[in-house]
C-alpha cells in the first residue's frame, strides 16, 4: 500500500486535483475540507506527509502548521505547503512555521509530485525518547544503487568532499584506509578551528554494512561507534545510519541527528549529479 498523505485544502476543485494526482501515483490521500479539523484527523490518519493550504477560511495553514509542529505526535510529519502568495517572504515565513516543503499556486503538476517525492524521500530525524538515549538514528532513501551509497563512504579520493563537511568550512586534509582495521582523517577548517574527524573502521561489508568509530577530539575525549545499513530498495536503497551518543554529550542527539541528517542530504546531492552526468 502506498504511503499516506493528508490534504487540507478548502477549495473542493484544488482538493479534488492534489487527491486525484496523489491517488495517480499510487499514494493514499485523505482529504481535509475544513482546516479546524486537521490536527484530530492527522491524528487519526496518521499520515508520511501533510499537503496544507495556506490560505483557509477559520484558520490559516499557517496556525496549523504551528500546531501540528508544536504537537509531540505529529511534529515529526513532513508538511508540503501549498499557497497563492507571491510576495516576497511568504516562503520564509512558512518555513520558519516549520514546514518543510513549498510549492505555489498554480502549482505545476510535474513539481508537485516532485516535492512530495523529495520530502517523503528525506531523512527524518527519529525523536529520542529521552535526552540521555545511548543511540541516534537516521534513516534516509537514496535512488542510487546500495552499491554506490556504500562505496561513498570508502572512497579516498571523494569521501572528504561531503563527509564530515560544513557549508562554511574548508577542507584541509582527508586520508581513508578503507581496510578493517584502518583508520581515517578528515580534517575541516571551521573559522579559526581545525576539526579532525577520525576513526577506524571495524566492519566492511559490501554493500550491506559498514561499522567505523567516530572521535571529534576537539569536542570531547569520547570514541563512538557509527553503523552504516544499507538496504537494497525497489529504485535504490535505504540507508539507516546509527551513533552512539555519550549520555553526557555536550551535543544533543538532536543534534547529532541533524547533523547526519545534512551530510546524508550533501550525499545524494553528489549520487544524483554523478548518475546525471554519466547519463
Ligand atoms: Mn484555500
Known sequence: MGQKILVVEDNELNLKLFCDLLRAHRYEAEPVRDGREAVARARAF???????????????????????????????????????????????RIREAGAEGYVSKPISVVRFVEAVRALLAAPRPVEPETEDEAEVRVTRRFAAPAEAVFDAWLDPATVGDWLFRTAEGALIRSEVHPDVGG???????????????????????????????????????????????????????????????APDAPVSAEQIARGWAALLDALADRLEQGGEEQR
Do not use: N, W
Not at 484558520?59 to 508540503?80: F, H, T, Y
Not at 576539526?195 to 569520547?222: D, K, N
Open 46 to 92: 496518521g499520515p508520511d506527509l501533510i499537503v496544507m493550504d495556506i490560505q483557509m477560511p477559520h484558520i490559516s495553514g499557517l496556525e496549523l502548521i504551528e500546531q501540528l509542529k508544536a504537537d509531540a505526535e505529529l511534529r515529526g510529519v513532513p508538511i508540503m505547503a501549498v499557497t497563492a502568495y507571491a510576495a516576497k517572504g511568504d516562503e520564509e
Open 183 to 245: 583508520r581515517y582523517e578528515i580534517v575541516e577548517r571551521r573559522g579559526e578551528e581545525e576539526v579532525l574527524h577520525t576513526g577506524r573502521y571495524e566492519a566492511i561489508e559490501r554493500p550491506e554494512r559498514l561499522v567505523f568509530t567516530l572521535a571529534v577530539p576537539l569536542y570531547s575525549e569520547r570514541e563512538e561507534r557509527v553503523t552504516v545499513a544499507v538496504a537494497a530498495a525497489e529504485e535504490g536503497c535505504t540507508l539507516t545510519l546509527t551513533q552512539t551518543r
